[in-house]
């Protein structure tokens, strides 16, 4: 067991629906790994059973070596596995740094030195927030957006931001299921650079879901195939487009 996030043997059946069959990989610490596989394939419960919020029919999950299947999402979560939904609760009456602050505060409030020192450190760890808000934006292109009200934003700008809310709380494994969803060509394109940065740069391993092929070939350091609810293969981008099973798979050929 050597990856940041391990599956071993997954399984997860809906009253008979088999949407996992014995599933196993892992995702390795700074490394964008995708996972891919037409619809309906299982890749959004595999989402839901590392996060808690489906239980395995069989199988492990570890999370830097601790077993994590069977808890809460909360508690998932509290370990460092985090998640974007596609409507994600954004304050539409917020601006949008307003909001990605709101996504920090329970760290804020419960850090320990503002405990301990009162509200002299917490205002600096609020505005030492609110500095790292203002980074993750520029680096999204969003900077010029960090005071409008999150309502006034386009659907692609507010998942940008809800991505930002939630990297910002700095999460060691972030799952992003299809982040690229509706954006324009040019926001997809740097949604993507951004996952990789955060990977490279900011330390942050990121799972993702994807369907643009180009995206996951560009973007992701390994890519997890999925075919109904079964993996079929693994890879580096090079070698899962060779892959023979894959391109009849998921892309169709025969
Ligand atoms: N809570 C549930 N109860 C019953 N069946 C479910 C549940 N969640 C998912 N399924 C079924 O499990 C299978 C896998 O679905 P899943 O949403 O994981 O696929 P996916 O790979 O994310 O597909 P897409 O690319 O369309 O998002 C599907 O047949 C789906 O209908
Ligand atoms: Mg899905």
């Known amino acids: 067991m050597s990856g940041l996030l391990n599956l071993s043997g997954v399984s997860v059946h809906f ?58 999402p909360h508690e998932v979560s509290e370990k460092g596995v985090r998640r974007t939904f596609q409507n994600g609760g954004l304050f539409g009456d917020m601006t949008v740094l307003e909001n990605i602050l709101t996504g920090l505060h329970v760290q804020i409030n419960s850090n320990f030195w503002g405990l301990l020192f009162g509200t002299r450190k917490a205002d600096e760890a609020e505005r030492a927030a609110a500095a790292r808000a203002r980074r993750l934006l520029a680096l999204m292109d969003m900077d010029g957006f960090a005071d409008q009200q999150v309502k006034s934003l386009s659907g692609g700008q507010q998942r940008m931001v809800e991505i930002v809310r939630t990297i910002a709380t700095e999460p060691p494994l972030l799952l992003l299921d299809e982040p690229a969803v509706g954006l324009s060509p040019p926001m997809r394109a740097r949604m993507m650079e951004v996952i990789k940065r955060l ?56």
């Not at 995702?27 to 808690?52: D, Q």
């Open 199 to 254: 990977a490279g740069e900011e330390g942050i391993s990121i799972l993702l879901i994807e369907h643009a092929i180009d995206l996951v070939m560009a973007g992701s350091d390994r890519i997890i195939v999925l075919n109904s609810g079964q993996k079929i293969a693994e890879g580096k981008p090079a070698e899962i487009r060779e892959n023979r099973e894959v391109l009849e798979a998921y892309l169709g050929y025969a």
């Open 15 to 72: 009253s008979g629906l088999k949407a996992l069959t014995d599933v196993s990989f892992s995702a390795n610490a700074g490394e964008v790994t995708a996972l891919i596989g037409p619809n309906g394939a299982g890749k959004t419960t595999l989402f839901n059973v590392v996060s808690g919020y489906v239980q395995p029919t069989a199988g492990e999950i570890h999370f830097k070596g601790e077993a994590i299947q069977g808890l809460t």
